[in-house]
């Protein structure tokens, strides 16, 4: 997935760091999430993403 760029990716920390590290994963990523810098929430989110990758649509709605 990462050679097509398709990965998601979450990211993370200081808008500095997430700036610096924006043109690589770009080249990888399909879509980029950011996160925000409150570890907490982030991993909230995470959580909240691989639900819904793993279940996917099910014909609900």
Request: net charge negative.
């Amino acid at each position: 997935m990462a050679a097509k760029g398709e990965l998601n990716i979450l990211v993370g920390g200081a808008a500095s760091a997430v700036d610096r590290t924006r043109a690589s994963e770009e080249v990888i990523g399909g879509r980029i999430w950011d996160m925000g810098t409150d570890g907490p929430m982030a991993n909230f989110h995470q959580g909240c993403l691989q639900y819904n990758d793993h279940h996917g649509d099910q014909g609900n709605g």
